[in-house]
DNA sequence: GATGAAATACTCCGTTT
DNA sequence: AAACGGAGTATTTCATC
């Protein structure tokens, strides 16, 4: 099981980062394999871990959610089941599309998807400050998003702007 | 151009948002159509814009960048010139995920990923600090990711979780 | 990793409701 | 306008080298 990713490696996942629908033929002329060794380097980065899946993007505007904010959250230091009750909450809670715990001036990072600021307003004092143990929340609407979540980036390898 | 979503469509989006190379026949008996009619609606849908486009998504430590960090950036307010030179400093950093422009204490938001905290002070202070017009950056480096982005939420669709 | 054959999936086009 | 069905093409999978 050597994890080494060769340049071939790099290749399949940088075009499968950018489509992920792409027929195994065509990844392989850009790969410069036969669609069969391709399709089996492939497998193998799913079966080690390194692909995590495969994902349709799709448009927050076109879904009616249209503003993205980001939430700082602060909560109380009581025990841990305040903890555990928050982690369960943010599972259940379909507004939230990320939740990151940080170390820094806050305890949890959220990143929200909204209709609009009204919206946003119902979520945050309906859902958001009932959960017990919240003690302290700043928010940050985002204006524009000068780059999209793409996933980690890979040493982009040569040749491969086609 | 009707672009409202009924529950064959949100149930493509659900399926494909969860695996994007899944095959039309496969989708289509999710849906509950033909893979020629499922097939249509995915056309229509990626046209219409409400599907951006399939991803694969790669594990970050995978790929020897297991360190997520949040950062707030604050820009000097002098002219225009400094946001465009920051914008373009931004798409050419491989190390930076995500960058939004954000309303409230500061002007971006970063999320960013490094091999370890060594790789991210060199980032800090290589490519950072040395932007035009940066004036101050808060690091909130990432503990724990309770909840993935995947992508905005759809109301879920009855009967969509087998 | 490559090749060739078999199974499967996709696209195009005509037809139906 | 939307969905179905069939024929031809493309792709994936499997066995073999």
Redesign the pocket.
């Known amino acids: 099981m050597s994890d080494a990713l060769d340049r071939?490696d790099r290749l399949i996942l940088h075009h499968l980062q950018r489509d992920a629908r792409m027929?195994?033929?065509?990844l392989a002329e850009h790969v410069g394999?036969?669609?069969?060794?391709t399709?089996?380097?492939l497998r193998r980065l799913v079966r080690d871990g390194v692909v995590t899946g495969f994902h349709a993007r799709l448009s927050p505007e076109a879904l009616g959610r249209g503003l993205t904010a980001f939430v700082e959250v602060k909560l109380e230091r009581t025990d841990s089941d305040v903890f555990a009750a928050f982690a369960e909450a943010v599972r259940d809670a379909p507004d939230i599309e990320e939740c990151h715990m940080v170390a820094g001036g806050f305890d949890y990072l959220l990143k929200t998807r909204h209709r609009d600021m009204a919206a946003y307003r119902a979520f945050l004092s309906d859902t958001l400050l009932r959960l017990p143990g919240v003690r302290e929340t700043h928010t940050y609407p985002v204006m524009e998003e000068l780059r999209a979540d793409f996933g980690p980036m890979l040493p982009a390898p040569r040749g491969a702007g086609g």
């Open positions: 071939q027929p195994l033929t065509t394999l036969s669609p069969n060794a399709g089996e380097r």
